[in-house]
């Protein structure tokens, strides 16, 4: 049985202006009852179908012959199935037939007839140098056309254990090595074009780490990830805490100090998500007196500006802080001579006021404080700070996920657009899908710095109570 033209022919039979109601509004019709024979080249498919426009049931009936490429014997309650032209399908028949495609699909190994071919191809991952901060990659499925590759692909994404080729053999999509690969290619995020695969270079800390994890002989060019790391490593040797910060910093915020560092040079954004307490505040001025030559911009919740203030004097009074916040006569003013100073700071609500003002600046680094604020991917709030015009951008926050995962995800959209693919996406791969959390802590990883009280308990001094509040999420602790 050629499964992939069954849905082709019934399309010939779908009402053209109908169109979408037919294969689009197929998905609000539920199946149930169904029945699929197949007799040679002639399928068979029965089913009730409850259509939830209509709060009704409808029994549906359709015959496929796939060599004439003809409909016989259809039949629904709905009555809508002949037009003047001749036969035509409705979107419970559309239902009916989709829903049996899948389980022809489905069917298990054993259901096999005689003669089918299963094929469990090799599959080989070759990444190659990185151009214009892209690795390149090249997928092979041995002995597959490389036309084949997407639909191949397209079948894994729809969770079916085959994949029907043309030649009407199956190939076999569970618990192989090319489950493996379409995995990684998922997370990182490349799909469509398998001709030419880019690989974007912050997503070679994520390979690395999948190819020190795991035995994968199935991808090769190691060499060109570990070049793309070596790179930024250069840059990252000799970074040192300035002299002339007022503090001394722990050996856990020098870490910190340090993570905020590497990864500006790679242009990265991060987040420092240290439990309260740890000074995210200092090892976060450490930071930006180390990039005095900079431009900078912190926002914080209009309770924490004062603090942020004094700290700032305290422990770094070489910084020339302009404090856009209070009157508008006095905000302007700064705003104006923006160029005076190395730091702006302001607070959420300021900044989504000022908007105007801040569009014709360009910052090299913003820092926002208490991120939960932008935890919301559809308020006015995070829709205004995600606007921000900087080259790198940092988030720092002692509870990263409070309620769900797209939480983490709108503070990602923040530090790096996409990183993290689109909110969709992310809630398809990562949000219902515990499988896939394994790949989401690695994606993270690089870019996410969270200590507890607990782990540099010996570094801090005795007055902090030695009490641990570590309540996190249940996702959250499965997640970070
Ligand atoms: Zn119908």
């Known amino acids: 049985m050629e499964i992939d033209k069954l849905g082709e022919i019934l399309r ?20 149930s009852n169904d029945y699929v024979n197949t007799r040679g080249k002639e399928a068979t498919f ?21 060599e004439k490429r003809t409909i016989s014997n259809l039949s629904c309650d709905c009555q809508n199935v002949f037009n003047n032209k001749g036969p035509q399908v409705c979107p419970h028949i ?11 699909r489905d069917k298990s190994k054993e259901e096999f007839s005689e003669g089918d071919v299963i094929l469990n191809p090799s599959v080989i991952f070759d990444i190659s140098q990185s151009r214009g901060g892209n690795l390149g990659a090249d997928l092979y499925i041995e002995g597959i056309d490389k036309n084949e590759y997407e639909k191949i692909y397209e079948s894994y ?11 009407g053999s199956y190939i076999d999509l569970k618990d192989n090595d090319l489950e493996k690969i379409f995995q990684i290619i998922d997370v990182l ?30 991808i090769n060019g190691k060499k060109y990830v570990d070049n793309v790391i070596k790179k930024y490593n250069k840059l990252n040797k000799d970074i040192k805490v300035p002299d002339n910060l007022k503090a001394n910093l722990r050996d856990y915020q020098i870490e910190g100090f340090k993570f905020f560092n590497t990864l500006s040079n790679y242009n990265f954004g991060g987040v420092l998500a240290d439990e309260m307490g740890l000074g995210k505040t200092v090892q976060t001025l450490a930071f930006l007196l180390s990039k005095k030559d900079k431009k900078s911009i912190v926002i914080t919740p209009t309770s924490l500006i004062f603090n942020w203030k004094s700290e700032f004097e305290k422990f770094t009074p ?16 700064i705003l104006e001579n923006h160029k005076d100073y190395d730091v702006i700071l302001t607070s959420y609500g300021t900044y989504k006021n000022d908007i105007e003002k801040y569009k014709n600046i360009n910052f090299d680094f913003c820092i926002i404080d208490e991120a939960q604020n932008i935890k919301n991917p559809d308020s006015i709030i995070t829709k205004a700070i995600k606007s921000v015009n900087a080259n790198v951008k940092f988030a720092l926050t002692g509870t990263p996920v409070e309620n769900n995962l797209i939480e983490l995800w709108s503070i990602f959209d923040f530090i790096m657009p996409g990183y993290l693919y689109n909110k969709k996406k992310f809630e398809t791969i990562f949000a219902n899908n515990e499988k896939n959390y394994v790949q989401l802590k690695s994606l993270i990883k690089p870019f996410m710095l969270r200590r507890t009280k607990k782990e540099v308990i010996n570094e801090l001094p005795d007055k902090i109570e030695h009490k641990f509040y570590v309540e996190l999420e249940k996702e959250l602790t499965r997640v970070l």
């Open 94 to 104: 559309v239902a009916a037939v989709l829903n049996g495609i899948k389980k022809l």
């Open 189 to 218: 995020g490349i799909y469509g074009d398998f001709q030419k695969i880019k690989i974007p270079d912050n997503k070679a800390i994520f390979l690395e780490k999948i190819l020190e994890n795991e035995n994968y002989t199935l």
């Open 318 to 333: 070489d910084i020339k802080l302009g404090i856009a916040y209070g009157s508008k006569t006095q905000r302007e003013i």
């Open 157 to 167: 994404k729809e969770k079916y254990k085959y994949h029907l080729m043309p030649d």
């Open 12 to 31: 010939i039979y779908t009402d053209k202006l109908k169109y979408n109601s037919g294969f689009a509004a197929y998905k609000r019709n539920y199946v």
């Open 46 to 66: 029965y089913a009730t179908v409850f259509d939830e426009h209509h709060r009704r049931s409808y029994t549906s009936m359709i015959n496929i012959d796939t």
